[in-house]
Nanobody
């Protein structure tokens, strides 16, 4: 089964920035919309941001609007999440998801998660 490969998490102080990356080797990347989810201990998984297969449309969780930016480079089979002005409440395990919008095959794929911790 295809697995997405994530990187970029870490420990950062409030107000700092991180950029998460998610590579999708083996996929026809343009056939998938991409999303970032996160889950904090004791809380439900929530959708943070999503981007259409061609990169022309994006959506964001209200609490991250103006601070986070999702983007993709289809030539590199990679999606990014630029996170600025980070807050302690952004602390969570962040997951990458690929959702098929064209072609045949499994409907979605998930990354292993990368930890983001925002703390002084």
């Amino acid at each position: 089964q295809v697995q997405l490969v994530e990187s970029g998490g870490g420990l950062v102080q409030p107000g700092g920035s991180l950029r998460l990356s998610c590579a999708a080797p083996g996929l026809i990347f343009s056939s998938f919309a991409m999303s970032w989810y996160r889950q904090a201990p004791g809380k439900e998984r929530e959708l943070v941001a999503s981007i259409s297969s061609g990169g022309g449309s994006t959506k964001y969780l209200d609490s991250v609007k103006g601070r986070f930016t999702i983007s993709r480079d289809n030539a590199k089979n990679t999606v990014y999440l630029q996170m600025n002005s980070l807050k302690p409440e952004d602390t969570a395990l962040y997951y990458c998801n690929a959702m098929r919008v064209a072609g045949l095959g499994p409907s979605d794929y998930w990354g292993q998660g990368t930890q983001v911790t925002v703390s002084s």
